[in-house]
């Protein structure tokens, strides 16, 4: 009984993971995953009810319950402790990944009326629906000069919260008007733990706008059209929390089924990229923190208030009180891969790798091995799921050149990471010229704990070293760290984050550092990239966005009715 522990609850694009965390030590003494039943909603509703357009990605939030109900006990028995022992717990979740509900905090998509609805299911942060409200958004925005436009990189992201306001309201109105609520994922699962509405400053400051001093952009809203000038008030209304506070009490009936105490602190919520920066520890200025996963994210601290352009945001206390946080991304990392295993792999590969009884990703590293860099002939573009840094553009595509009767599928794994190493560079230079560089890179997520390969190439590349962290469940011990602090009050928690992240940060001690050759060679290639990129990317041909939109134009459907925006 003398050590206590928090409870993490991570929930990423296709699960959701649960770990219990020493908070003296940091050490995981229990973990659980659970994957989303559903998965990435993006060719039919569920029980096949309807096709969706293209670039849609919904989730059903039965899965989000799924984890809670299945992960935390698991996690707790693996881990041996009792309930008194648990003072705290936090969550974290990809964003913006939105939520209409009714009055109660019910998903619209739960009820028997809504389930035929696309609109009325969770829009997770990769769905692309509203691109042409995005389009609409930005010109809007840049026209009437809109001040927090330039601490949003100077455009608006498809992924994030509004654009997802927007679309609901214009190409479902019935909906729109049936919702009580828009909710960020997050705080979504904050009230079902507390049975109270808080949300986060994290996530309503990265992804709707909203500003500690300012508070959200409502004149800008107002442009957009009266319903969404309403929003503040309306589907947005509620209180926003500093991220580090707590949020309330564990509610009764899971104290209950889950053997905890009802006296169990529930802290904010916040973004899963951003809990890696708690997780890895990293409070230092020059430090960038890349959660790299099904995409990557690339987030820096500061004491200085910058405007960056070409990153996704800036908010004040956004991570830690008193400090600037930062936020940049590159829409499709893992993914690519993911999609590259799927449809693009041959089958004497996937053989191979399974009579090495090894997974086809870590079997083509091995063979990558023998590949120095430059040595493929191949460079690609890694648009596979558009790009939200500089060019911040969902209708930009993947490409790759150089390829021969003679390319094997290990170079073109290999051009691939290089090239998603390349999107990284642009934008650590990105916050270089905007007065925010960086010396030192702390890798997180899943993919640097199971690629080393990819690791390296991320360090030559970008000519800094990079230090990873000991397991890949950083943005779960990030939340446990704000259980930790919510606790605060009691005996056994911390009064700051600072505190807390000393004790349970998951930093290793490995560094991986740039081979002078590699990087050399590197060098070259990514000025190739650089002009492949302005040719396709800065409109000098726009064939990507043709073809795209062919594509879209050929999909029959009857929601693609006239804007009535602005
Ligand atoms: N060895 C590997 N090499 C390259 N990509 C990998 C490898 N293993 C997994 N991935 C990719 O990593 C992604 C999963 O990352 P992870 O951090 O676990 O999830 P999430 O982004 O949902 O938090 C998937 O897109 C998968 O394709
Ligand atoms: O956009 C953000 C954070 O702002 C992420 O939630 C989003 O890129 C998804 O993250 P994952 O790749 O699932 O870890």
Redesign the pocket.
């Known amino acids: 009984m003398n050590e206590h522990f928090s409870i993490g609850i ?1 929930f ?4 959701g ?1 649960v770990v219990i965390v020493n908070v003296e030590t940091g050490e995981i003494v229990g973990s659980d995953v659970t994957s989303y039943e559903h998965g990435v909603i993006n060719e039919n509703l569920p029980e096949a009810r309807m096709s969706l357009p293209p670039d849609y990605s919904l989730q059903h939030p039965q899965d989000y319950l799924n984890v809670l109900n299945k992960s935390i006990p698991v996690a707790m028995s693996k881990a041996d402790v009792i309930g008194e022992q648990i003072i705290g717990m936090g969550v974290d979740f ?1 964003s913006s990944t939105m939520i209409p509900t009714d009055e109660n905090l019910t998903p619209l998509c739960f009820k028997k009326e809504w389930e035929d609805e696309p609109h009325a299911y969770a829009k997770l942060w990769k769905h692309h629906g509203p691109s042409r409200e995005t389009d609409i958004l930005n010109a809007l925005a840049t026209g009437t000069r809109q001040k927090f436009l330039s601490y949003y990189g100077g455009s608006i992201s498809v992924e994030w919260m509004i654009p997802k306001c927007v679309e609901l309201a214009e190409r479902a109105p019935a909906c729109y008007e049936a919702a009580e609520y828009f909710i960020e994922a997050g705080d979504w699962i904050i009230s079902v733990l507390t049975g109270k509405l808080v949300r986060s400053n994290c996530a309503a400051g990265f992804k709707s706008f909203w500003d500690k001093t300012r508070g959200y952009p409502t004149d800008f809203f107002e442009k957009i059209s009266p319903v969404i000038g309403q929003l503040e008030h309306t589907k947005l209304r509620g209180e926003i929390h500093q991220v580090g506070t707590r949020a309330g009490l564990l509610h009764n009936s899971y104290a209950h089924s889950w053997g905890l105490s009802s006296e169990t602190s529930v802290a904010t919520s916040i973004i ?1 990229a951003h809990s890696a920066v708690l997780g890895m520890g990293a409070s230092e200025a020059k430090t960038m923190v890349m ?5 990557t994210c690339h987030i820096t601290l500061s004491d200085k208030k910058q405007a960056v352009p070409g990153i996704s945001g800036m908010v004040e206390d956004g991570i830690i009180p008193g400090l600037y946080a930062y936020e940049a991304g590159q829409s499709a ?7 590259f ?1 799927k449809n693009q792999v041959p089958a004497y590969i996937e053989y191979e790798a399974k009579r090495e009884n090894l ?1 086809v ?2 079997y ?2 091995i063979l990558s091995q023998n590949i120095k860099p430059g040595e493929t002939g191949l460079l690609a573009l890694d648009w596979h799921n558009g790009n939200r840094s500089v060019l911040n553009d969902p209708n930009l595509t993947g490409m790759m050149i150089g390829q021969t009767l003679n390319t094997k599928p290990e170079e073109i ?1 290999l051009a691939l ?1 290089e090239a998603t190493a390349f999107g990284a560079k642009v934008i650590m230079e990105a916050y270089q010229e905007g007065g925010i560089p960086t010396d030192t890179i702390y890798a997180s ?3 640097p ?3 080393k390969r ?1 690791v390296q190439i991320y360090a030559d590349v970008t000519n800094c070293p990079v230090r990873i962290a000991s397991n ?1 469940y950083v ?1 779960a011990v990030g939340a446990a760290i704000l259980g930790t602090v919510a606790a605060g009050e009691s005996q056994y928690g911390y009064d700051s984050l600072e505190k807390a992240m000393k004790h349970m940060n998951q930093l290793n001690e490995k560094v991986y550092n740039p081979i002078p050759e590699n990087v050399q060679i590197y060098k070259e290639l990514y000025n190739e990239y650089r002009t492949l990129s302005d040719y396709f990317g800065r409109g000098v041909n726009n064939v990507m966005k043709r073809l795209k939109s062919l594509k879209t134009q050929s999909y029959q459907n009857e929601r693609e009715t006239e804007t009535t925006l602005p």
């Open positions: 991570d990423g694009t296709d699960s993971r990809t899963d959660v790299m996963g099904t995409s990392v893992g993914d690519i891969f993911a999609w295993k997974d990703f870590s083509l590293e794994f990471m997520g899943g993919l704990a199971r690629n990819f890949p943005s």
